[in-house]
């Protein structure tokens, strides 16, 4: 099995990682071109699960299009107000977070959308 540095197309480490740059700007997220107006923002609608600010969602725009902390909450076991309540301190319910799921993406919605 060859390594990736060994095919021809990528010389070098910083070579790959200039294309992953590539790819990741390409990829840039839109939700800000497309969800946001009139008052309603990615603070405001995406801090909370699908159901805390469901004044935002009609039909055209859904949390999950929109929010980069979608992939976060899962049914009725990881919801927002399981994972960042108040009651949980400043960096929420650390049972929560693992890899990619911290408090910053999910109780902020401070990253760019996975979806």
Known sequence: RDSLLARDSIESVQEWHDSLADETAALRDISSDVCWHAGF????????DPSTTKDCWDGS????EC???ADCWMGETFTYDFCCADRHGPE???ACWSGDFTHQLCCLANATSNS
């Open 41 to 48: 923002t990615k603070e405001r609608c995406c801090r909370g």
């Open 61 to 64: 725009y859904s949390f999950g």
């Open 67 to 69: 929010c980069p902390n």
């Open 92 to 94: 929420g319910n650390q």
